[in-house]
């Protein structure tokens, strides 16, 4: 029996899956009593450290917690709850974290993007049960914007290169902790937590860490999700957002059947965007709910989940918030949402207004659950100009010039699926909701969507010159060729592909053997 220390806040259901996974049951922890009789505690953090530390408090399990960790039994904290261990962070000054061992947290300073997001490798720093069965050149997931800094070395496990090195997980007696997702991690981290639950004493020593490790560029499997005309749940494609054919839409599987493949096939990550939820009051749209908790059974990677999080009313006048959705997509298995139409209006809102309400989506959203769980998904199209100053958008010059030979262009942000043009363009969009607390964007294109001419490398790299948070670079991708581009023209984090995953004719296997010596990936075999 493993005690699972679940406070209220993010993804602690592929935790439990995992470990159901290896043969385990769980309970959870409900009072400090189930603390003090745990005898193999897990710590699932996820978010912000403020909301955990108050968390703890406040549910009177902070002294049973420090109580447990001074006890000597085994202990396994993940993400924020390796943290939690420490004296405080950066992210909430004011609160103090458990103090368990000497040092605090701070945010990466690096010049590379914020939050760290993907697979990247580990460097052993002393010999432990954990790594039986492992070799040392394994990559896992991280998904954070603050680390860890010890004040002495003696408990350091692993660190990890992202622009400086850092410490990427501890171990002091039968107390571990990994800044990484195990539970996210495919079979490297199921093989850690593996050992953990058994129990493993015997110390095995890492003899193929890399000397440096490389953060991954990701490949990401869209599913694009909605009812067909007979009701049943499909992933669906579109050709520049038109998913009808010949009137009927088009069924490309099962969506809980294709995730497991692509997990299988070595996906880095899983979105689900449900592509009709504009319509409807989101929160009816439970099927989504159920993919997800099916999804996390199986599929131990990343899972990202985005159509209808926005405010809503039903018609009793009870409103629903976009943080209740989001709070039910989390503990249904999402790791992270994606905010598509409610970004482009909170982002108009503040352009009039001049200043943000702070009770917007992605405001409530990232504060409760760190900016790494919130995504953008921005729908833009191009829009064509004679020069520059035609527009007050942000305007790029193109090398592909539009009907009447314009040589710039502008990219109008769209709602409710490519349907309604507004009055704001991508770069700027990103911009603001990054300011706004957004960690990612995933960036689609209408015009390249569905047609497998590569992705839009001038719309990528206007964005990603324009934040510091990962650009997923998404539509058009139509051959392995095309991965390479994105990665080698652009600084996208992260390719994103449906259509030609969904038809087979490009397995994610393929891409990888493509990339494999060109640019960071995580090798296929570690699944
Ligand atoms: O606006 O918050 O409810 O979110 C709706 C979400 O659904 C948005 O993320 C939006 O991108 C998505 N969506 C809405 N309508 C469609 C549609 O296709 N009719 N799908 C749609 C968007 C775009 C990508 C696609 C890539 C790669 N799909 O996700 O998977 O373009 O395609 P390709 O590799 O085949 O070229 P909200």
């Known amino acids: ?109 690096c010049d590379l993007a914020v939050p760290h997001i993907g697979w990247n490798g580990i460097k052993a720093q002393q010999g432990s049960p954990l790594f039986k069965g492992l070799h040392g050149y394994e990559k896992f997931y991280f998904i954070h914007s603050f680390h860890v800094v010890p004040a002495t070395t003696e408990a350091i496990l692993t660190t990890t290169d992202y622009g400086y090195e850092f410490v990427s997980a501890i171990q002091k007696g039968a107390m571990v902790a990994t800044q990484f997702h195990p539970e996210k991690s495919g079979r490297a981290g199921l093989k850690l937590l593996e050992n953990f639950l058994a129990g493993t004493r015997e110390t095995v020593h890492l003899t193929a860490c890399p000397s440096t490790t490389v953060l991954a560029k990701r490949i990401i499997a869209c599913l694009d999700v909605r009812a067909n005309d007979q009701g049943d749940l499909v992933v669906t494609k579109g050709d520049q957002y038109e998913v009808r054919e010949q009137g009927a839409v088009r069924n490309l599987g099962k969506p809980v059947e294709l995730a497991g493949e692509y997990y299988q096939q070595g996906a ?139 040589r710039f262009c502008w990219y109008e942000c769209t709602i409710r699926g490519g349907r309604e043009g507004r009055p704001v363009d991508a770069v700027t969009l990103a911009q603001v909701c990054e300011q706004l607390g957004a960690g990612e964007i995933l960036l689609n294109c209408i015009d390249r969507d569905g047609t497998n001419a590569g992705f839009d490398l001038e719309l990528i790299n206007a964005v990603c010159s324009a934040v510091t948070i990962p650009v997923i670079a998404s539509s058009g991708a139509g051959k392995v060729e095309h991965f390479g581009e994105v990665f080698t023209q652009t600084g996208a984090e992260a390719a994103l592909a449906a259509g030609i995953f969904h038809r087979r004719e490009v397995p994610i296997g393929a891409v990888k053997k493509y990339l494999q010596g060109k640019v960071e990936i995580r090798p296929v075999d570690d699944v």
Do not use: W
């Not at 220390?5 to 290896?22: F, P």
């Not at 996820?46 to 006890?71: A, T």
């Open 268 to 406: 880095d990550e899983i979105a689900f965007l449900n592509i009709t939820a504009y319509r409807d009051l989101p929160l009816k749209d439970m099927p989504m709910f159920e993919v997800l908790q099916q999804t996390s059974q199986h599929v131990f990677a990343p899972l990202t989940i985005g159509g209808g999080i926005r405010d809503f009313t039903d018609p009793d006048g009870r409103l629903y918030s976009a943080l209740e959705m989001a709070s039910q997509y989390f503990r249904a298995g999402a790791d992270k949402i994606s905010i598509g139409s409610d970004a482009v209006l909170i982002v108009e809102d503040v352009l009039r207004t001049g200043h943000p309400t702070g009770f917007s989506s992605i405001e409530q959203i990232s504060r409760v659950y760190g900016s790494q769980a919130v995504v953008i998904s921005i729908d833009p199209r191009r829009v064509y100009v004679n020069s520059p100053d035609a527009v007050a958008h942000q305007v790029i010059s193109t090398r592909y010039p539009g009907p009447n030979g314009e």
């Open 1 to 109: 029996m493993i005690t699972l220390l679940d406070y209220g806040a993010g993804n602690v259901r592929s935790v439990i899956n995992a470990i159901e996974h290896l043969g385990e049951t769980v309970s959870l922890v409900t009072n400090a009593a189930d603390i003090e009789q745990a005898e193999r505690l897990v710590f699932p953090g996820v978010g912000n450290f403020g909301m955990l530390m108050h968390s703890l408090r406040e549910n009177g399990l902070r002294e049973p917690l420090i109580r447990y960790l001074h006890s000597g039994k085994p202990f396994f904290g993940i993400c924020v709850a390796l943290q939690a261990l420490f004296e405080s962070s950066e992210e909430v000054p004011e609160e103090p974290g458990l103090g368990i061992l000497p040092g605090r947290v701070q945010r990466f300073t």
